[in-house]
């Protein structure tokens, strides 16, 4: 990266910045991405994992967010169909007020989806709940919906591979410690966090794109607001894992939060098991390591055991908490209630050479990306940009997933693998399924568990370090193989 000047620096290896990254390399540009810790450790690892439309955001009359949202999640689905993967929803309504209130809201949803929707809604009976979801206490009939799922840490990753393969340079461990030039921002100053060692990259317009983080980024070169105020506002959300078997369900469920705040709790199965979430409280503390406090835990944990009586807090067996990079309402003195706060994103310009990126969503990091290329383009030169190209580029896999995953199964057979892990493989790393099988047949131990009882591979673990960066063990374990989700207790294994 010091050897050249970059078109364009992008400073943060989340969703927002992986997609900028593919965006503008896509393009024609020259690209560089750096990252101070790993790609996907900030928001885009500790999300609720769901690409879906934001149905919450038509009661706050965001009727164009929803509409970007359900068409981004139209694109994601069928760019990453082994990652982005359809998830029934129930959305209980125990009262006639509740049914009618979120049948006109389900009603106007499917029409904005229309021509992209996953799946149309229609009513559901107590029974019908019970049928799908097998461990609920209650006697609430309801909805039934579709949004999509995904590994959101994998598909970070994934966008920031094709990025590579389009000619962008990445570096994850790699912290900005300054802004480069006088008056015009001219690049960054980096620290490999890992060797110590310090360089300057250099670009023509540098991107801000770190989340949660970018006040912290554009005070580097003397670009707060202009009223001293910060632009974010975080919000901590805060998810629980369940042990398999603890809540049985079929199907994700949204049930009342017991608060009686008017937000409701997601309930969503993960392979043999099922998370919670999430909370939606304003943030003060430290923007690296934000924790699961026993008020958000008690929280989570009192809307799951209102609908399943026998969970306890003994069931859970992994908790994760992210912040959300919100943007502060500009005409508000005192700080607004996080989920009054706008989900859209917002981009600044300024000072010159600097171009910052806050807010938005996992669903729409692509439209995001768009947008803010967009105006770089324009301020390189747009004689030299492409259009944007994001919309047709697979991110991972060429083709059918149901194709994938025949032919995947085939060769697990022929190799005496579980089914399931010709699925894992596909899911996880889509056409490189056959580059893992491969390996597997060459070297058989790595189609072992690396911890008995849970689906992860050793194959994995190869892959995470020779496909995906992964360079610490928290990389490996935390996320790309996210054995500490499944798992708090687990200790990460000696890989070497």
């Not at 769901?50 to 009661?59: K, Q, V, W």
């Not at 209650?138 to 579709?146: A, C, I, T, V």
């Not at 000072?351 to 383009?377: C, F, H, N, Q, W």
């Amino acid at each position: 990266m010091a050897e050249h000047t970059f078109d364009v620096l992008v400073i943060g290896g989340g969703i927002t910045g992986a997609g900028i990254a593919l965006d503008a390399a896509s393009r024609g540009f020259s690209v560089a991405l750096v990252e101070k810790a790993d790609f996907a450790s900030g928001t885009s690892g500790r999300s609720s994992r769901l690409i879906h439309g934001g149905i919450r955001y038509l009661e706050h009359g965001e009727v164009g967010l929803v509409r970007e949202c359900l068409r981004e999640r139209k694109v994601l689905l069928r760019l990453a169909p082994h990652l982005v993967r359809p998830v029934p929803m129930y959305l209980l309504a125990p009262s006639a007020k509740a049914r009618a209130r979120y049948g006109v809201g389900l009603a106007g949803y499917d029409l904005l989806a229309v021509g992209r929707n996953v799946g149309v809604h229609h009513r559901v009976t107590a029974q019908q709940v019970r049928d799908a979801v097998p461990g609920f206490g209650g006697s609430s009939g309801g909805y039934r919906y579709f949004e999509c799922q995904t590994d959101d840490a994998r598909l970070t990753v994934e966008v920031a591979r094709t990025a590579h393969a389009f000619g962008a340079v990445l570096a994850n461990h790699a912290e900005v410690t300054g802004l480069l030039g006088d008056g015009r921002v001219a690049g960054a100053a980096v620290t490999d966090t890992l060797s110590g060692e310090a360089l300057e990259v250099r670009a023509k317009v540098t991107v801000n794109a770190t989340g949660v983080w970018a006040d912290r980024v554009s005070a580097l070169a003397g670009g707060a607001a202009a009223d001293g105020r910060p632009r974010l506002q975080p919000s901590k959300g805060v998810h629980l894992v369940f042990a398999p078997g603890a809540i049985q369900t079929t199907a994700a469920v949204v049930v009342p939060a017991a608060a009686g705040d008017g937000r409701s709790v997601f309930l969503v199965p993960w392979d043999d098991r099922v998370y919670a979430g999430t909370t939606d409280t304003p943030y003060a503390g430290d923007l690296d390591n934000p924790t699961v406090e026993t008020a958000d835990q008690q929280y989570v944990l009192a809307a799951v055991a209102r609908h399943f009586p026998a969970v306890t807090e003994r069931d859970v067996v992994a908790s994760w908490a992210g912040l959300r990079p919100l943007l502060a309402s500009a005409e508000a003195r005192e700080p607004a209630a996080s989920e009054d706060l706008s989900r859209r994103h917002a981009v600044f310009e300024g000072p010159a050479g600097l171009v910052t990126i806050s807010g938005g969503k996992l669903t729409t990091y692509r439209a995001m990306a768009e947008d803010l290329v967009d105006r770089v383009a324009a301020a390189i030169g747009p004689a030299r940009a492409g259009r944007c190209r994001t919309r047709s580029i697979p991110l991972g896999l060429h083709g059918s997933a149901a194709d994938a995953l025949a032919l995947a199964r085939a060769e697990a057979a022929r190799l005496a693998l579980p089914p399931s892990a010709a699925a894992r493989l596909v899911q996880r790393y889509g056409d490189d399924w056959r580059q893992a099988v491969a390996m597997i047949g060459a070297e058989p131990a790595l189609g072992e568990p690396v911890i008995d009882g849970l689906p992860v591979l050793k194959v994995e673990v190869e892959l995470a370090r020779s496909r995906e960066m992964a360079v610490t063990d928290e990389d490996v374990f935390v996320r790309r193989t996210r054995l500490t989700t499944r798992d708090a207790s687990v200790r990460w294994p000696d890989t070497g």
